[in-house]
């Protein structure tokens, strides 16, 4: 009998690419949960779960986590045998804007989720979390799990996170279910966010417009490539967890956010025209993970290179977001 996966956020950027690997294993019996909402409009939440629709048959059910109760949850659908929850409002910047909406969404609806896992007992829980909990800590180097102490917090968004975890873990002594944070690292690529650096240089660059960026090379970052993200959670997956653990969860090396322009501005035959502006102080200058707990856990993975992970973010772009005639628009 295959195992039951519920994936909360399931029409966001990681949650509809992860479900679309699962579905295309047929490994599992998946359920895909979304409210439909992101920061950057949630028209581009409602065109990937179309997509799945249309690949793949699946639908993702409407569920508003945070308004939904244990109870509920458990009424409609049951026990699952893992529970990967992925679904948050992301971004450091709209954080600071919407801090409400952000606690709503990242705290008030992970609350239920908790609640939920504690009824249900899946065999694994896994959560994602961000590289924002680590700061600017990552300036002295790469950065290990247990580095991340609360102390070094610069953002609304990076203290929803951190209480995630800090509730996680006081949840998983309370349920014994095995749970796990997954801290993200500037995950990228095709369908993604359009608030993120490399999608909006991209249109920056197609309007040849000018592109700031914060302080003189823009920072430093584990630009990480999607398809090599879920390929690590599909590993993850199949691991029966014991215990609560945070996993860095990232892949090549820290890059120049110059760099990853010259890379855009390469691969359209442009030169980017910038500026250099003042770093906001909710935004760390430096991510750069430590993954040696994760390749204790699963092996050597996949670590696409950034020109590689641009050359299919533009592809995509250009052949199915940019022209399509059902493009739907931002809400």
Known sequence: MKQRVLITGAAGFVGSHLVSAILSTKSYEVVGLDNFSAPYGGGHCKRRAENLLSKFGFAVDFVDLSTCSADDLISAYGKFDIVVHLAAWPGVRFGQLSPKEYYKNNVIAFGNILEYANLAKPTNFLFASSSSVYGDLGETGPVTEDLADGMSL?????????????????????????????????????????????????????????IELFGLNGGIRN???????????????????????????ASSSPITTLELLEVLGNRLGSIPRYRIAVRPLFDASVTHADTSYLKSLIGNYNETGITEGIDS???????????????????
């Open 313 to 331: 973010f533009v592809d995509w772009y250009m052949n199915s977001y940019r022209f399509s005639p059902t493009k739907l628009e931002e809400i």
């Open 154 to 210: 610069k953002s609304f968004y990076a203290a929803t996170k951190w209480s995630n975890e800090i509730l996680a873990e006081s949840h998983h002594e309370i349920s014994g279910v095995p749970t796990v944070a997954l801290r993200f690292f500037t995950f990228y690529g095709p369908d993604g966010r359009p608030d993120m650096a490399y999608w909006k240089f991209l249109d920056s660059i197609l309007l040849d417009e000018e």
């Open 223 to 249: 630009f990480t490539f999607i398809d090599d993200a879920v390929q690590i959670l599909l590993e993850l997956l199949k691991i029966n967890f014991t215990g609560y653990h945070p996993i860095n969860i």
